[in-house]
């Protein structure tokens, strides 16, 4: 039991001796600030992200902060600093009863002098730890006076939205330095660091608020300030710097900072992007009021993709109505998320008829049809819920029929298509073919907005596949630039191809039997374009592109409720036709034809069977063929029995619903 006794008494000898071991001056000093600038292409500041592992920013001395800071993360912090020696035995008692009685781990009952040396270190949270922590902080009390660690604290503790230290926190919520902070200000700060993200003022403003009147309860109660300074502070309008001046174009900052590891990021200073802000924000508050004009459609959110089709630049990139929306999810991000494309996958299905043989004068029966695949009988039907008998295949897909997309795929198979779709650079499609069926055509299967944009363009590029561009050019912490290559280039379809599904794309006449003569899709120049719905109407879906531009437009809600019957041309029809006249509006070039490539000639046939218009054809219309795959023989489609039957087929295409997809 001696033994024990002295072997006890040794150690408590040695721990005592070891609390006077200098702490290390290194881990103390400030170190130097290391943040990423993201830049859009003009050099404007979008965002800067501090990167530094322990999280400092700008160094700021005690007597650089004003005293209201200081009381103010004293009472929310820390009532007793000035009186313990680094651990508080009564606050670590009455968290133990508040945890007990909560049945969870609610209170820590760390001093300030314990929150700097986890900040130091960032141990694991464990009893053992813990214990190394406030042996730790017994030491920093030696080593350092009290307002010395105050200071530390003061220049180390995280604030939220990725500002850390009381002068980063101070210029990023109130756009001043900390010494000019107001009592109210002051208040709101220091109530900060107990939870940044619940707390968090642009997400949860009330919340922050509240935070910040018990921060100045406890000032009163404490005897830091007076009843009167109490009521003023109390009543204090709080002045926030706008969300969007802090984060501008939010959804496209986190993409760019999702394909920059954290490794890497240490190492870059600024990142100068393909973004247009001016183009972004003009698009931001054209979707904005337009969510907003859709509210009796239950419609509560939209996304908008503009590429540029020469460089595939990205130049605006708007994921949701409102990035500071929590009730309607503003930080989920429709650009990247993935969503049933409904009709707007059917170009791609009719370029590969066309490469198989297929023409644009090619009959189509849009027939009822059954398909029985997997024990399941499959009957598609078209949106206006009727057939329109042998149609033209420019017809089918400026309609957009889906019947005649079934059969076509049935042609052309479900391998091919979701080959050449994976080509195209749908990544989410990574399913097989017997997943997704002959309803792969239109949109079984979940891609993203910035899948569809990348692949429209391909096909305003004649042909040529291009991985989005986002970097301009990276510049590290010594200044050094290294400017971002061009996208490596990948031919999907010939040009002579993609040339006619453009024409397709691009006829307002072949269109009007589904959506009507002067829709929001007729433009006052050259405009490919495709809509598409998904079932119950739970997404809907512009994509289009002149020469210059390629344009992606989603309107949906991001809980899945369904809209009020709004379809693609309804819904996100009108905003892209909007996006489309502003692009142009800017757009100094004026050659707004799409460059009719080498291999195409143009043929007069007869618009009932796309044959040479003969002698009994009511009329002629000019159609497009790639040379050698024109028509040779002479209609005899217009003669007696062949026109009886298919002339009812034909009328009701021409008499089709308006409002269609």
């Known amino acids: 039991m001696k033994i024990f006794g002295v072997s006890l008494g040794s150690i408590l000898v040695l721990v005592g001796v070891s609390l006077y071991i200098p702490f290390p001056q290194k881990a103390l000093q400030p170190a130097s600030i290391v943040s990423l600038r993201i830049l859009d292409r003009n050099g404007n500041l979008l965002r800067e992200v501090l990167s530094d592992k322990e999280g400092r920013s700008q160094w700021v001395c005690f007597e ?10 004293l009472a929310a912090e820390d009532g007793r600093f000035y009186e313990h020696s680094g651990i508080d035995i009564r606050a670590i008692l009455r968290a133990i009863i508040q945890n007990i009685g909560a049945r969870k781990v ?6 300030l002098t314990q929150q700097v040396v986890k900040n130091i270190y960032h141990f694991p949270r464990n009893w053992f730890w813990k214990i190394v922590e406030m042996w730790h902080a017994l030491r920093l009390e030696i080593s350092l006076s009290k307002d010395e660690i105050i200071t530390q604290y003061l220049n180390r503790i995280p604030y939220g939205n990725q500002t850390f230290g009381i002068n980063a926190a101070s210029r990023f919520y109130f756009d001043k330095p900390p010494s000019h902070l107001s009592l109210a200000e002051a208040a709101f700060l220091a109530g900060l660091p107990r939870g940044p993200s619940i707390y968090n003022p642009y997400r949860h403003y ?18 830091m300030i007076t009843q009167e300074e109490y009521k003023r502070a109390f009543k204090e309008p709080l002045n926030l710097v706008a969300p969007e001046i802090s984060f501008r174009a939010p959804h496209f900052c986190d993409f760019v900072l999702s ?40 419609v509560t959110n939209a996304a908008v993709l503009i590429m540029d089709n020469e460089r595939s630049e990205v130049l605006c990139f708007v994921g949701s109505a409102d990035f500071f929306d929590s009730y309607h999810s503003g930080q989920v991000s429709a650009v990247t998320s993935l969503r049933q494309p409904g009709s707007a996958l059917k170009p791609f299905t009719y370029a590969l008829a066309l490469e198989q043989g297929m023409t644009p004068a090619t009959l189509i029966s849009d027939t009822e049809i059954h398909i029985r695949t997997k024990g399941i009988d499959y009957a598609p039907r078209n949106y206006d819920g009727k057939f329109h008998g042998l149609v033209r295949l420019r017809e089918a897909l400026a309609c957009s029929y889906n019947v005649s997309a079934v059969k076509v795929l049935e042609e052309i198979g479900m391998e091919s298509l979701l080959h050449r779709l994976k080509k195209l650079g749908f990544e989410s499609l990574n399913k097989g073919a017997d997943y997704y069926g002959f309803g792969l055509t239109l949109g079984s299967g979940e891609v993203t907005l910035l899948e569809l944009t990348r692949a429209y363009s391909t096909l305003a590029r004649s042909g040529v596949f291009k991985k989005e561009k986002i970097f301009l050019e990276i510049k590290d912490i010594q200044g050094r630039t290294k400017f971002s290559s061009e996208p490596h280039s990948l031919p999907v379809f010939s040009p002579q191809i993609s040339y006619i599904i453009t024409n397709i794309l ?10 009507g003569e002067g829709s929001c899709l007729s433009l006052p120049f050259p405009c490919a374009v495709k809509t598409g719905t998904s079932g119950n109407f739970r997404d809907n879906w512009t994509l289009g592109y002149t020469p210059h531009y390629t344009a992606g437009v989603w309107v949906g809600n991001f809980d899945g409720k369904p809209m009020r019957n709004v379809s693609g041309v309804s819904g996100a029809g009108p905003l892209f036709r909007d996006i489309m006249l502003l692009l142009e509006k800017r757009e100094k070039r004026r050659n707004f034809n799409f460059t009719l490539p080498e291999g195409l000639i143009e043929v007069y046939v007869c618009p009932q069977s796309g044959m040479l218009v003969g002698s009994s054809c009511p009329g002629k219309i000019k159609e497009i063929f790639i040379k050698g795959t024109e028509p040779k023989e002479v209609c005899n489609f217009c003669d007696g029995k062949l026109l009886a039957n298919s002339r009812s087929g034909k009328q009701r295409c021409r008499t089709g619903l308006r409002d269609g997809r």
Do not use: C, H
């Not at 650089?64 to 993360?73: G, N, P, R």
């Not at 009330?206 to 005897?223: F, T």
């Not at 870059?268 to 009796?296: G, M």
């Not at 691009?506 to 589904?514: F, L, M, V, W, Y």
């Open 64 to 73: 650089e902060i004003s005293k209201d800071v200081i009381s103010a993360t």
């Open 106 to 111: 609610i209170s820590g009952g760390s001093t």
């Open 206 to 223: 009330p919340l922050a608020q509240k935070r910040q009147q018990e921060v100045l309860r406890r000032m009163l109660s404490k005897g």
């Open 259 to 298: 394909r920059i590891s954290l490794k890497e990021r240490e190492n870059i200073s600024s990142i100068r992007t393909t973004l247009d802000f001016q183009l972004q924000k003009d698009v931001e508050v054209l979707l904005k009021n337009y969510v907003q004009s859709l509210k009796k459609w239950e």
């Open 506 to 515: 691009a006829d307002k006449d072949a269109r009007i039997p589904t959506f």
